[in-house]
T-cell receptor, first 111, second 115 residues
Framework: KNQVEQSPQSLIILEGKNCTLQCNYTVSPFSNLRWYKQDTGRGPVSLTIMTFSENTKSNGRYTATLDADTKQSSLHITASQLSDSASYIC??????????FGQGTTLQVKP | GAVVSQHPSRVICKSGTSVKIECRSLDFQATTMFWYRQFPKKSLMLMAT?????????EQGVEKDKFLINHASLTLSTLTVTSAHPEDSSFYIC???????????FGEGSWLTVV
């Protein structure tokens, strides 16, 4: 069964600290993996998209990693800011074009 | 960059009425658009895939007569919630796939409240 599981479910960190969010998937055949940031009551915004051959991709303070062998991805946020408070969703696309969404990790950055 | 626009962003309607939500790709043509529903603190749930010029493909459990989807042009898809019921109150989000196929952009979402 195609599944995407994210951990932790929620996370609270202090401003300026780093954090890492995890995403494990069982989607096969795999096409790409995306990380989205979703502010409360808003649509998701793309952070990174990674294909099978990519191991690391950065977008500012966001760095995503992908291990296609173990089917794991992580999103590392460096020097967190209050505006990073949001839900982070891992989405895996299969070769059939179907998107499988993780449940998301809710991040709260406190001053 | 590519932008997907949804309208209205918030709508309140009475039970039994119908409400239409529009999803537009502003600077690219989208042959495929997707409609999602999201409950509070939950992830997005795909409702249907909207293909330009053909009938939408609905996910299991989604009533096609309840949630009418029309994709009349390469830049516009509409979702009409018919005979709205308070349990239809939710956050509805659309996304559109650009011509290259690999990039998907989400709209800002539409809050529907049925009273």
């Amino acid at each position: 069964k195609n599944q995407v599981e994210q951990s932790p479910q929620s996370l609270i960190i202090l401003e300026g600290k780093n954090c890492t969010l995890q995403c494990n998937y069982t989607v096969s055949p795999f096409s790409n993996l995306r990380w989205y940031k979703q502010d409360t009551g808003r649509g998701p915004v793309s952070l990174t998209i990674m294909t099978f051959s990519e191991n690391t991709k950065s977008n500012g303070r966001y760095t995503a990693t992908l291990d296609a062998d173990t089917k794991q991805s992580s999103l590392h946020i460096t020097a967190s800011q209050l505006s990073d408070s949001a839900s982070y969703i891992c989405v895996v696309r299969s070769n059939t074009g179907k998107l499988i969404f993780g449940q998301g990790t809710t991040l709260q950055v406190k001053p | 960059g590519a932008v997907v626009s949804q309208h209205p962003s918030r709508v309140i309607c009475k039970s039994g009425t119908s409400v239409k939500i529009e999803c537009r790709s502003l600077d690219f043509q989208a042959t495929t658009m997707f409609w999602y529903r999201q409950f509070p603190k939950k992830s997005l749930m795909l409702m249907a895939t909207s293909n330009e010029g053909s009938k939408a493909t609905y996910e299991q459990g989604v009533e096609k007569d309840k949630f009418l989807i029309n994709h009349a042009s390469l830049t516009l898809s509409t979702l009409t919630v018919t005979s709205a019921h308070p349990e239809d109150s939710s956050f509805y989000i659309c996304s559109a796939r650009s011509g290259t196929g690999n990039t998907i952009y989400f709209g800002e979402g539409s809050w529907l409240t049925v009273v």
